[in-house]
């Protein structure tokens, strides 16, 4: 494959032929025999941003030269970089026929810089563009609702690749750099070589991950969409000889902690979490379904040991160092696929645990009704409550030990 001319890269890397020039100059590109590489058009994006900051080709050159830096990463973390297209933000905008408050509100919200004015556009700039003219169109040129998918991407992926580099950092090239020294030659090009595979690695564990949560929340909104249908028709939905229960607990503050502490922090409380939660739901019969973040879900076949798995938790899990927990119980026929559980019964267990307030077990009327025989457990009603999410109201107790 061919390199790139001073012109091509020039134009790709939204720059001049005049600069990469002065940067060959300074040893900081060097042009095979077939030209410039794509990784080339990384590299001069990145000196941009270090001069920027502050940061100029010469002092780069100067490191270099001294064998304190290595700009040689680049062409294993980026050999394939975003390149530019011919057209200015301005230019896509009106091709597309996007209004121009959405336009700097999808930039917002995705957490991105707006291009500049006149700047050649990233190609990447304008296939998101074009994305949000799919959903701008499907959610009926509703620019609220586009926002606030837009702020959910946003949010979500700045965090978790946020995240994911200061976990590197800690884990990876901090200790490292403290083994070779700091002005190792070279160094920098061994943590990339290391960083290269984990990033392809971890593009494909996002989709992956993104496509078996969208299958799952898919299928619960089908076995959703399927029980309404039922209740409007008329028709009573089969109700095993003894429902389940499901659960959900609940850490109140877990966010605050972790932003405080940091990831560290956070894994070493999930840790911990993991341990007394497997240990006490075993004990009563039941088992976690899977964890989610601040919480974890709970099957119980018999619904009088979620509630006392529930009330053991709350009072537990404090003593641990950890949190203050809640937790929400519903009984009733629910969906199994791939290890997961779906269906109305599940939803409301999540909107109970919602409702509950930190140090509170709160259960449904039909886990009450399954369970009443326990002497150990006494149960208060509060009266049918409004939940979130949910079409009718249920009717809640607050479980508490009877002693």
């Known amino acids: 494959m061919s390199g790139l001319s ?26 095979t025999a077939d030209g410039y590489q794509p990784s080339d058009i990384q590299r001069m994006g990145i000196l941009q941003a270090l001069d920027q900051a502050g940061i100029s080709p010469e002092q780069i050159s100067q490191l270099i030269a001294a064998g304190a830096y290595s ?4 062409d294993l973390l980026f050999p394939d970089p975003t390149p530019r297209v011919g057209a200015t933000l301005e230019q896509a905008v009106a091709e ?22 006149g700047a050649a556009l990233r190609s990447d700039d304008a296939e998101l563009l074009r994305l949000a003219v799919l959903g701008y169109s499907a959610f009926g040129h509703d620019q609220s609702v586009a926002l606030g998918v837009a702020r959910q991407l946003g949010e979500s992926l700045r ?23 700091s002005a190792r030659r070279g160094s920098g090009d061994d943590i990339a070589a290391i960083a290269a595979p984990l990033l392809g690695a971890l593009e494909r564990t996002v989709l992956l991950l993104y496509r078996r949560h969208l299958e799952r929340h898919v299928l619960d909104a089908i076995v959703l969409d399927a029980e309404t249908s039922l209740e409007r028709a008329g028709l009573a939905q089969r ?3 003894r429902p389940p229960a499901i659960a959900f607990l609940d850490l109140t503050g877990y966010t605050t902690l972790t932003d405080r502490q940091g990831d560290r922090a ?21 088992r976690p379904v899977k964890l989610l973040g601040d919480g974890v879900m709970f099957y119980f076949p018999d619904p009088a040991q979620a509630v006392l798995c529930g ?8 003593r641990e160092g950890l949190p203050r927990a809640r937790m929400g119980v519903n009984a009733g026929p629910v969906v199994f696929q791939d290890g997961d559980y779906y269906g109305s019964t599940v939803n409301v267990a999540a909107r109970i645990t919602d409702y509950a307030r930190p140090g509170e077990v709160l259960v449904s009327d039909d886990v009450v009704s399954e369970a009443n025989g326990n002497g150990d457990v006494r149960y208060q009603p509060i009266g049918p409550i ?18």
């Open 6 to 31: 001073e012109q091509e890269l020039a134009e790709r890397a939204g720059t001049t032929v005049e600069q990469v020039r002065r940067l060959v100059e300074l040893g900081i590109l060097t042009p």
């Open 71 to 74: 700009m040689g990463w680049t």
């Open 96 to 117: 597309l026929e996007l209004p121009t408050s959405l336009v700097a509100g999808l930039y917002a919200a995705w957490e991105l810089a707006r291009p500049e004015p």
């Open 159 to 181: 965090r978790l690749a946020e995240s994911q580099i200061r976990l590197f950092r800690a884990q990876v090239q901090e200790p490292m750099a403290a083994e070779q020294g």
């Open 239 to 241: 109700r095993p000889e």
């Open 266 to 286: 956070a894994a070493e409380l999930v840790t911990r979490l993991i341990e007394i939660v497997h240990t006490v739901s075993h004990q009563h019969g039941g």
């Open 311 to 318: 009330l053991e938790l709350v009072e537990r899990i404090p």
């Open 386 to 403: 409004a939940l979130k999410g949910v079409t009718t109201p249920v009717t809640l107790h607050t479980a508490g030990w009877s002693g």
